[in-house]
Nanobody, 127 residues
Framework: QVQLVESGGGLVQDGGSLRLSCASS????????VGWFRQAPGKEREFVAA????????NYADSVKGRFTISRDNAKNTVYLQMNSLKPEDTAVYYC????????????????????WGQGTQVTVSS
């Protein structure tokens, strides 16, 4: 059973930066691709970014391209989301997620692809 724990959220001003971390335990993290999603109040959960198990390939939502960077350190069982040039519309609870197998990376932008989810970390960007 893979367990995921997000950290690094907080309150930041418009244009600021944050780095989120997603730490894994209970499984072989390096075997799976990992995704980040977010959910704002009153809105559906939306895809943010995903990274392959080796870290050689990444995928981003158009709304964050050029501002966010996903990376991973398999030795530390951790995936990161560096968020720069934050905007008030980035305010949401951010979740990391992992699939049951590594065969569905082509569907990495769909929340239904993922079986394991963290509890989320709040990111608030003030204007």
């Amino acid at each position: 059973q893979v367990q995921l724990v997000e950290s690094g959220g907080g309150l930041v001003q418009d244009g600021g930066s944050l780095r989120l971390s997603c730490a894994s335990s209970g499984g072989t993290f390096s075997r799976y691709f990992v995704g980040w999603f977010r959910q704002a109040p009153g809105k559906e959960r939306e895809f943010v970014a995903a990274i392959t198990r080796s870290g050689s390939s990444t995928n981003y939502a158009d709304s964050v391209k050029g501002r966010f960077t996903i990376s991973r350190d398999n030795a530390k069982n951790t995936v990161y989301l560096q968020m720069n040039s934050l905007k008030p519309e980035d305010t949401a609870v951010y979740y990391c997620a992992a699939p049951k197998n590594d065969l569905t990376y082509y569907r990495s932008s769909y929340s239904s692809t993922y079986a394991y989810w963290g509890q989320g970390t709040q990111v608030t960007v003030s204007s």
